[in-house]
């Protein structure tokens, strides 16, 4: 058998304010799992426009073979095959090993 009993004025005041915060806190849990999900979604897809930039700005230098490449800050990084990695560079800022030359 269940019998309700009335809370003093101090408990019904403080179980208001527990419950406005529990609302509070779950409409923010919810708004932070759209923006979850928002992300989630859009991730992959600027890694893979990072990708293409890579690979444009690898065709533009006329390499068709290598490794791996990626762009750190301001240079595109070319892993070249053993047989390629000779060839000359046709950027003039460009240095070996990314030491400039005095």
Same mark, same amino acid.
């Not at 999900?37 to 426009?49: D, G, M, T």
């Not at 990626?70 to 046709?90: C, G, K």
């Given at each position: 058998?269940?019998?309700?009993?009335? &809370?003093?004025?101090?408990? #019904?005041?403080?179980?208001?304010? #527990?419950?406005?915060?529990?609302?509070?806190?779950?409409?923010?849990?919810?708004?932070? +799992?759209?923006?979850?999900? /928002?992300? !989630?979604?859009?991730?992959? +897809?600027?890694?893979? #426009?990072? !990708?293409?930039?890579? +690979?444009?700005?690898? +065709?533009?230098?006329?390499?068709? /073979?290598?490794?791996?490449?990626?762009?750190?800050?301001?240079?595109?990084?070319?892993?070249?095959?053993?047989?390629?990695?000779? &060839?000359?560079?046709?950027?003039?800022?460009?240095?070996?090993?990314?030491?400039?030359? #005095?």
């Amino acid at each position: 058998m269940q019998k309700a009993f009335s &809370l003093q004025p101090n408990e #019904l005041q403080q179980s208001q304010a #527990l419950e406005s915060e529990r609302l509070e806190l779950l409409a923010q849990l919810g708004s932070m +799992q759209l923006e979850n999900e /928002r992300i !989630r979604a859009r991730l992959p +897809q600027v890694i893979e #426009l990072q !990708r293409k930039l890579v +690979q444009g700005a690898v +065709q533009r230098l006329g390499i068709e /073979r290598y490794n791996v490449a990626h762009i750190d800050r301001t240079n595109v990084i070319v892993d070249l095959p053993d047989e390629q990695a000779s &060839l000359p560079t046709t950027d003039e800022n460009a240095h070996p090993n990314g030491v400039a030359k #005095l």
